[in-house]
C-alpha cells in the first residue's frame, strides 16, 4: 500500500519482517565476532534508532551503547553534502571496539568524515554495520563498513527510522518514493 508524506508518494521497498530477519543474522554475526570484546555499539542519530534497538535486542554479549548525531540531508530528499556535527559521542573509545550503527550510506560523505573523527581518539577498531547501502551512489568508499542488511537502488527512502522532512521514521517497513 502506498502512503504520503507532505508532498511525496512513497510505496514498500522492503517489509519490517525481512527487515527482522537480516537483523538477526546481522547479530548473530557480531555476537561472535566480538564475543570476547566488549564493544561499544554507537548509534548515529537520528536515522539509527529503530535499526539500533532491534539489533541490540539480539547481540547477547557485554556491550556498551552511546550514540552521535550528524546529518547531511538537512530535511531534503538529496545530502546537501554538508555534514552538520549536532552532538559528538561523549564516551571515551582510546583501545574499544567500536560498532557504528548507520542507517544508510549513500555517498558515504558522512561515514567517511565519522570514521576519520572516531579514528584519531584511537580506538582498538572501528566497524560499521549498515540498515542500508546505495552501492549506486558511494564516491568516498568506507574499507569499516563490514555489515550491511540490504543494497538499495539509488533512490530516496524513508521508514524504519529515515525521515523526509522527519516525518515517516515511525514506518516499521522501508517505502521508496514513487516517481
Do not use: W
Not at 502506498?2 to 543474522?25: C, H, Q, V
Not at 546537501?80 to 556535527?85: A, E, G, L, M, V
Not at 555489515?147 to 525521515?163: C, K, Q
Amino acid at each position: 500500500m502506498n502512503i504520503k508524506i507532505a508532498d511525496l508518494e512513497f510505496e514498500p521497498l522492503i517489509s519490517a519482517e525481512t527487515i527482522l530477519a537480516r537483523t538477526k543474522e546481522i547479530a548473530a554475526q557480531l555476537n561472535i565476532d566480538y564475543a570476547d570484546k566488549a564493544p561499544i555499539f554507537v548509534g548515529v542519530l537520528n536515522g539509527c534508532f529503530m535499526f539500533m534497538a532491534d539489533l541490540l535486542r539480539q547481540i547477547n554479549i557485554p556491550c556498551e551503547v552511546a550514540f552521535t548525531k550528524l546529518s547531511s540531508y538537512h530535511g531534503g530528499i538529496t545530502t546537501t553534502r554538508r555534514i552538520r556535527d549536532d552532538f559528538d559521542l561523549l564516551v571515551d573509545i582510546t583501545n574499544r571496539h567500536v560498532v557504528l550503527v548507520e542507517d544508510i550510506v549513500d555517498t558515504g560523505n558522512t561515514l567517511d568524515y565519522l570514521v576519520a573523527k572516531l579514528s584519531h581518539r584511537k580506538p582498538a577498531s572501528i566497524t560499521v554495520c549498515a540498515l542500508l547501502l546505495k552501492p549506486d551512489a558511494i564516491e568516498y568508499p568506507v574499507e569499516e563498513l563490514k555489515h550491511v542488511a540490504f543494497n538499495i537502488p539509488n533512490e530516496f527512502v524513508i521508514g524504519y527510522g529515515l525521515d523526509y522532512l522527519e516525518m515517516g521514521r515511525n514506518l516499521d517497513g522501508i517505502y521508496k518514493r514513487v516517481v
